[in-house]
C-alpha cells in the first residue's frame, strides 16, 4: 500500500512511495505526529539520480522488518535535496561539523523541535568497513532517546547553538580589485593539474565556473597562462569519459584524476554550464573542439531533457539495467570489445583503438568507457562518424537511464543562458526557440502574480516549495542573455521583478550580505547562508551576476551597488580558496570591466547589417558585457534609448562607466572595441 509520498510530485519521493517505510514529507504535519507521539525523527535526504540513494533504499527502506521498526520507534521524513535546498544546506551543515565530511544519502536524527543530534550518510544492513549496521544505529539511537532523553536534548540544544554561532567570512561590502583577482589566479596555478588539465585530484569535478573567470581574466589582462589553464582543462574534459563521446554532454563527475571513469549521473545544471562554457572558449579562441562540445551539449540537453512542457529535466541516472534485470551502474554507456565487433563487425579495431577501447577495459568487468586518447596519425572521419552512429543506435536499444522529470527554476535559468548564447553563435535559431520554450514555462507555472518563483515543477504541476535565492539569480541571468540575444525586453522586465525580490527579501540591508532563503521563508534551525560555488554557482555570487548584468543594462543604481557590496565575499575568499568561488571571480571581471554596455540600433532586427552588428556584440570577449537590439523608437530596453542610426545607418554604441565612445556603423570596429 502506497504511504504518503504517493501524493508528491518529486520522482525521488515517489521512489518511495511504495515502501513498507511509512514516510512523511518535510512538514509541520511530521513534526506535530513527532511531538504528540514522543518518537524522534530519522530525516533521510536524497536525490533520484544518487546511486547510494538507490543501494540504501534498497537495502534498508525496501526492507519489511527494518520498516516496521522505523515505524514503531521513529516517525520518518524523506526529503528530495534537489526540491528543498534550504533543508539540505542547514543539515548538511551540521553533519560536516559533526563528522568532518558529508555526502548523500544524508541521514540525521532529530527532536521533535527539528534539533538534529545524531548523523550519518550512507549506513549498511550490516557491520562492515567499519561501519555500524543500520539496525545497530537505529537500536543505538532509540536507546538514546528512552534512556537519556535529557543528554540527547542537550547535545542537540548545543549542536543548533554552535551552528548559529558559525558566521561566514564576509569581508565587507567591498569589491575585489586588481590584487586580489592575481592573487586568485596564482591560487588556481598552484593547484593546476598540468598533466591532465583541471584542479586537485580525484575524484575531479569539472569546474566550468573558474573556467569562466580564467576567460574573462585573460581576455580583460592578456594573461597566457589564465587561457592555457582554460583551453587544456576543456580539451582533457571533452576528450575525457566524463564527456559523452556518442551522445554528447557530461557526467557529473570523474571518480579519477585523468577524467577517464565518470559517475555517469547527467545533470541539467553541469551540462547547461559546460554548454555556456565551451561556447565561450569557441568565441575566445575560435577551437573547433569547443564548437563541437558547445553545440553536442545543446543537442543532448533538448533531445534528451526538454519535457513536453518545454522545460529541462533535472537529471539521467547513473544507473541502468544492464540487460539481465540487474540495475548497474553505467550499463548504458560502457562497451567491450565484443560488444564492438557485434554492432561494427570489421570495423571494431578501428573504434577500439579510436576510442581506447582495451580487452582488459578501464571500467568494471572488462568494460570500457569511450574516450578519445591522443593519438599518432590520422583516422578516416567520414568512418569514424558512421561508427559513431551504428554505436548511437545500438546503444538507443539498451534500457535507458531513468530520467528525473521535475524542472527545477534555477537549472532552467541555466540552461536558457547556454541555449540562447550557443544558439546565436552558432546560427542554431532551434537552440534559441528552446531557450524561449522553457523561459516561457518558467512565467507561465513557475512565477506567482507577485513574480514570486516556485522551486519546482513536474508535467506542468508546479510543486509547493518556494524559490530559493539560486532560483531568482539564475533565472534572472537566463532572462537577461535571452533580452541580448532576441531583443525582445520583456525577459528584461521579468529579470527586473525577479532580481527586485532579491534585494528585497534576501539581501541584509546592514552588511549587503545575501541569504539563501527569503526573509518570509519557512524559518529552520538556522537561516541557510553560503557564498561558495560549489556544483552550480551559488545564490550569492548568482545574484551579484545578474543584480550587474541588469544594472549595466537599465541605469539602475540600487542594483549595481548591491552587486558590488555582495561581492564582498569574493574579495575575502576569492584568494583563499579561488576554486569555490569560480562564479564570484567571474562577476568581480565583469565589474573591474565595467561591464561594457552595448547597444545596436537599426531600422529592423531583420536588416542585414544590424544582425552583423548585433553578431558582433554578442561574440565580443569584454567580461560581462551586455547588449541591447532593437530599433530607434523602441521603448523596450532602456539602452536604446537616445541611440538614432548614424547617417540613416545601423549603429553601435558602447558605453562603459558612464563614458560612451563614438557610434560606429562598422562591425569591425565593434569587434576591436570589444575584443581587447
Not at 548584468?549 to 555582495?566: D, K, L, M, N, V
Amino acid at each position: 500500500m502506497p504511504n504518503r509520498l504517493a501524493q508528491e510530485t518529486s520522482p525521488y519521493l515517489l521512489q518511495h512511495a511504495e515502501n513498507p517505510v511509512d514516510w512523511w514529507p518535510w512538514s509541520a504535519g511530521a513534526f506535530d505526529e513527532a511531538r504528540k507521539s514522543g518518537k524522534p525523527v530519522l530525516l533521510s535526504v536524497g536525490y533520484s539520480s544518487c546511486h547510494w540513494c538507490h543501494v540504501m533504499a534498497h537495502e534498508s527502506f525496501e526492507d519489511q522488518e527494518t520498516a516496521d521498526y522505523l515505524n514503531t520507534h521513529f516517525v520518518n521524513i524523506k526529503v528530495d535535496r534537489e526540491e528543498r535546498p534550504d533543508v539540505d544546506a542547514v543539515y548538511m551543515e551540521a553533519v560536516q561539523a559533526a563528522t568532518g565530511q558529508g555526502g548523500w544519502p544524508m541521514t540525521v536524527f532529530l527532536t521533535p523541535d527539528a534539533e538534529p543530534f545524531y548523523f550519518g550518510t550512507y549506513f549498511p544492513p550490516a557491520p562492515r568497513h567499519g561501519m555500524p549496521s543500520f539496525r545497530q544505529v537505529l537500536e543505538g539511537v532509540r536507546s538514546a532517546w528512552t534512556d537519556r532523553r535529557e543528554e540527547v536534548a542537550e547535545v542537540a540544544g548545543k549542536i543548533v547553538r554552535d551552528l548559529a554561532g558559525r558566521e561566514i567570512s564576509y569581508g565587507g561590502p567591498e569589491a575585489p580589485g586588481e590584487e586580489e583577482l592575481a592573487r586568485a589566479l596564482l591560487g588556481l596555478t598552484r593547484e593546476y593539474d598540468a598533466q591532465r588539465g583541471g584542479f586537485g585530484g580525484a575524484p575531479k569535478f569539472p569546474p566550468s565556473m573558474v573556467i569562466e573567470f580564467l576567460l574573462r581574466h585573460a581576455v580583460r589582462t592578456g594573461s597566457e597562462g589564465a587561457l592555457q589553464m582554460a583551453a587544456d582543462t576543456c580539451e582533457r574534459m571533452a576528450r575525457g569519459g566524463i564527456y559523452d563521446q556518442l551522445g554528447g554532454g557530461f557526467a557529473r563527475y570523474s571518480v579519477d584524476r585523468e577524467w577517464v571513469v565518470p559517475h555517469f549521473e547527467k545533470m541539467l545544471y553541469d551540462n547547461a554550464l559546460l554548454c555556456r562554457v565551451y561556447a565561450h572558449l569557441w568565441r575566445t579562441t575560435g577551437s573547433a573542439l569547443a564548437r563541437r562540445v558547445a553545440l553536442e551539449t545543446a543537442d543532448f540537453m533538448v533531445r534528451e531533457l526538454r519535457t513536453n512542457e518545454g522545460g529541462f529535466a533535472s537529471a539521467l541516472d547513473a544507473d541502468s539495467d544492464d540487460g539481465s534485470g540487474k540495475h548497474v551502474e553505467g550499463a548504458y554507456y560502457v562497451w567491450t570489445p565484443e560488444q564492438l565487433r557485434d554492432v561494427l563487425g570489421d570495423d571494431a579495431e578501428l573504434a577500439a583503438d579510436y576510442f581506447g577501447v582495451t580487452e582488459e577495459g578501464t571500467f568494471e568487468e572488462g568494460a570500457s568507457v569511450l574516450q578519445l586518447p591522443q593519438r599518432e596519425g590520422v583516422f578516416d572521419a567520414e568512418k569514424v562518424e558512421s561508427i559513431k552512429r551504428r554505436l548511437l543506435a545500438a546503444r538507443a536499444a539498451r534500457p535507458a537511464p531513468g530520467r528525473d522529470d521535475k524542472v527545477v527554476a534555477a537549472w532552467n535559468g541555466l540552461a536558457i543562458a547556454a541555449l540562447a548564447e550557443t544558439g546565436a553563435y552558432f546560427d542554431r535559431p532551434d537552440l534559441v526557440e528552446a531557450a524561449v520554450g522553457a523561459a516561457d514555462l518558467l512565467v507561465r507555472l513557475h512565477l506567482d502574480d507577485h513574480a514570486q518563483i516556485a522551486r519546482t515543477s513536474k508535467d506542468g504541476q508546479v510543486g509547493a516549495n518556494a524559490g530559493v535565492l539560486e532560483d531568482y539569480a539564475d533565472v534572472a541571468e537566463g532572462f537577461l542573455a535571452l533580452a541580448s540575444v532576441t531583443g525582445e525586453g520583456v525577459w528584461l522586465e521579468f529579470a527586473g521583478f525577479l532580481l527586485d525580490h532579491v534585494l528585497a527579501r534576501f539581501v541584509d540591508e546592514e552588511s549587503g550580505a545575501l541569504y539563501d532563503t527569503a526573509s518570509d521563508a519557512e524559518q529552520l534551525i538556522r537561516r541557510p547562508q553560503d557564498p561558495t560555488d560549489n556544483a552550480a554557482p551559488s545564490g550569492w555570487t548568482a545574484a551579484a551576476g545578474a543584480l550587474l548584468s541588469y544594472a549595466a543594462q537599465t541605469g539602475a543604481e540600487p542594483h549595481r551597488t548591491a552587486a558590488e557590496r555582495a561581492s564582498g565575499v569574493v574579495k575575502a575568499l576569492g584568494p583563499r580558496v579561488p576554486r569555490f568561488i569560480g562564479w564570484g571571480l567571474a562577476v568581480a571581471e565583469a565589474l573591474l570591466d565595467g561591464p561594457k554596455e552595448v547597444a545596436i540600433v537599426g531600422p529592423s532586427l531583420d536588416d542585414k547589417a544590424t544582425k552583423a552588428l548585433h553578431r558582433t556584440a554578442l561574440l565580443g570577449t569584454a567580461p560581462g558585457a551586455v547588449v541591447a537590439v532593437g530599433t530607434p523608437e523602441s521603448d523596450e530596453l532602456p539602452l536604446l534609448a537616445g541611440r538614432p542610426l548614424v547617417q540613416g545607418e545601423p549603429a553601435a554604441y558602447v558605453c562603459r562607466n558612464f563614458t560612451c565612445d563614438a557610434p560606429t556603423t562598422d562591425a569591425e570596429r565593434l569587434r576591436t572595441t570589444l575584443n581587447g
